[in-house]
């Protein structure tokens, strides 16, 4: 049962659809039962183009049968940037298995490239519509997007929650050192966007220097927010214990990770203005929040989005965003004693993960299917 993965974008970028792009071909290439037929992506251009070895070359959607060695069987959507084609992917191939992994912001968001449609209902719906019509499962990070899809009107039949995406391997090679002299060590490896809330992150840790509480606070990534953040550091007197790492690939954030003796994020449900209307950006799951639940590190997030369903007592707490002093005084007893490391598991990593895509394709594959 060949599979054809449509890849919104590929390594090196080291997103999350970049990342699961990456794990998804490592995994199925070579598949006895599901073999990666092909990779469809898009160029500099915004062409789609089919992979062929490291080159990208120009393919009409209507007729891509013709350049492939078969049939698909699958065809699997990392994203929704084909969102304006699936109608005539779905003509083209009536027999396969219609596949859309979403964390649910992008449908939310139902930004569209080529139609003019100004009002951001009728997007919506736009959107919904053609999931309802042309997608047989729609693969869900958490309870809480599966609500907010439902909400708009995606039936809940299409829905298969895979929670994962954590490359266990990195985590082990790496070993944590317990007994480092000094204040601990913090992570967080996040882009610098409105919704991850850095700015609430770097005033609450603001308040803990006030308190007299000493940390190392590490931040990875980059993003649009990122300078102003350096400035806000700088502002409050972080120089010291605030480093900027850059983009980083995931060995390293993975090496980082065990490193460190707390992983921190306060991601916000951030409403976000998009022409027409507006929707609420929120974390549906939270790949690096997972790589430190995978690996034993204590976990602080915010009480937003999914991140109830995955952040429990015994490997991490949950902060209720407000006030950063507010904030300050709810992690600061972690930080004067940090609990005990729990044992490393592999409940997110990414071989489990795909092993429930493998059983959702053969059962959703035994149901007659009708568009």
């Known amino acids: 049962m060949p599979v054809l993965l449509f890849a919104d974008r590929l390594p090196p970028l080291t997103g999350g659809m970049e990342m699961h792009a990456r794990y998804f071909i490592e995994h199925f290439q070579g598949h006895a039962h599901y073999p990666l037929l092909g990779v469809v992506t898009r160029d500099e251009a915004q062409r789609d183009c089919l992979l062929v070895g490291a080159k990208r070359v120009p393919q009409d959607l209507r007729t891509i049968v013709r350049s492939l060695a078969a ?56 959107w919904v519509d053609r999931i309802n019509g042309c997608v047989d499962v729609l693969i869900t990070n958490s309870a809480f997007t599966e609500e907010r899809l439902e909400s708009i009107g995606v039936r809940r039949e299409r ?17 944590h050192r317990p007994d480092r002299p000094g204040p601990p060590v913090i992570f967080c490896a996040a882009r610098f966007v409105p919704y991850k809330n850095h700015g609430l992150l770097l005033d609450a840790f603001a308040a803990l220097m006030r308190q007299g509480i000493g940390f190392r606070l590490r931040l990875a990534g980059d993003g649009p927010l990122l300078d102003d953040a350096q400035v ?20 390293q954030v993975c090496e980082l990770m065990v490193d460190a003796e707390a992983y921190v994020q306060l991601s916000s449900d951030f409403i976000t203005q998009v022409p027409g209307g507006s929707y609420v950006h929120s974390e549906g799951m939270g790949r690096s929040i997972l790589e430190a639940l995978s690996c034993g590190t204590y976990v602080i997030a915010a009480r937003s989005g ?12 949950l902060v209720d965003l407000g006030l950063p002093d507010a904030v300050a005084d709810a992690i600061a007893p972690m930080l004067r004693s940090p609990p005990t490391r729990p044992e490393p598991h592999d409940f997110y990593s990414w071989e489990r ?19």
């Open 306 to 317: 999914a991140l109830p369903e995955i952040v429990t007592p015994d490997r991490g707490m």
């Open 232 to 251: 806000q550091a700088r502002r409050l007197g972080l120089g010291s214990c605030v480093e900027f790492l850059g983009l980083l690939t995931n060995e």
């Open 159 to 175: 829905f298969v929650r895979c929670v994962g995406g954590v490359n266990v391997a990195a985590l082990r090679t790496q070993e």
């Open 71 to 126: 049939e698909p069987a699958i065809v699997f959507f990392n994203s929704g940037r084909w969102i304006e084609d699936i109608v005539a992917l779905r003509a083209a191939l009536p027999s396969a298995l219609f596949v859309y992994r979403t964390g649910g912001n992008e449908i939310l968001k139902a930004s569209l490239d080529r139609h003019t449609i100004a009002v951001h209902d009728d997007r919506q719906r736009y």
């Open 353 to 371: 993960y795909f092993a429930r895509y493998e059983r959702c394709w053969e059962e959703a594959y035994a149901v007659p299917r009708g568009h």
